[in-house]
């Protein structure tokens, strides 16, 4: 998308992202931007080796135990300068924006006590956590592909879009 272009694509993509116009940008959206953007990029796409795209994983960490929790708990979430309910907003507007769709059409919302009860316990190993978490999502997603019946749930479908290369990318790390 606005990969490699300059500030302003970066923020038109973002807002693009989102279907806002940018008097209307949303705050959670104006947080990610000030907040989380300089490293993430207004698309989520990271940077290859050293931050890992959330395009297709911000929601998919919530199909595994312990996801939920580290999408809170990882430093970037736990350590930023927003309030709790500041963060739970833009938790549930990055699962929005970066997807999978599947998912982010139905998900239960952080809400602000959730975040202050989980943010409360840091991440000691982020590394060794984040490989067992795509660990679990890689097994889900065989299981999903060796079960026939079973291919209209959430997992298989942004599996399939997803997962291959940032999962890829996080073990290589
Ligand atoms: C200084 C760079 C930086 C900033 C700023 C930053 N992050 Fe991150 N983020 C990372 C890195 C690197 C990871 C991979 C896990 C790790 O090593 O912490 C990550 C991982 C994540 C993840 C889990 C996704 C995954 O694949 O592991 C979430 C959710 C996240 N960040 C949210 C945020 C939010 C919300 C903000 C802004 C409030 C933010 N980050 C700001 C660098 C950053």
């Given at each position: 998308m606005a990969r490699g272009s300059g500030g302003l694509a970066m923020v038109a993509g973002a807002l693009a992202l989102a279907g806002a116009s940018p008097a209307s940008a949303e705050t959670p959206q104006i947080h990610?931007?000030?907040?989380?953007?300089?490293?993430?990029?207004?698309?989520?796409?990271?940077?290859?080796?050293?931050?890992?795209?959330?395009?297709?994983?911000?929601g998919t960490f919530l199909t595994v135990p312990g996801g939920r929790e580290y999408l809170v708990r990882v430093p970037g979430s736990a350590q930023?300068?927003?309030?709790?309910?500041?963060?739970?907003?833009?938790?549930?507007?990055?699962?929005r924006a970066f997807g999978p769709p599947?998912?982010?059409?139905?998900?239960?919302?952080?809400?602000?006590?959730?975040?202050?009860?989980?943010?409360?316990f840091p991440l000691t190993d982020?590394?060794?956590?984040?490989?067992?978490?795509?660990?679990?999502?890689?097994?889900?997603?065989?299981?999903?592909?060796?079960?026939?019946?079973?291919?209209d749930r959430a997992i298989g479908r942004s599996g399939d879009q997803v997962i291959g290369r940032s999962g890829d990318q996080a073990i290589r790390r």
């Open positions: 990610y931007m000030l907040q989380c953007q300089g490293c993430h990029r207004a698309d989520g796409s990271g940077s290859p080796g050293a931050v890992p795209s959330l395009r297709g994983m911000m930023s300068p927003l309030s709790d309910a500041e963060l739970a907003r833009v938790l549930n507007w990055m699962i599947a998912i982010a059409a139905d998900f239960e919302r952080f809400r602000a006590d959730e975040v202050a009860r989980v943010r409360a982020v590394d060794a956590v984040r490989r067992a978490l795509i660990r679990a999502i890689e097994r889900a997603r065989e299981l999903e592909s060796s079960s026939p019946r079973s291919g």
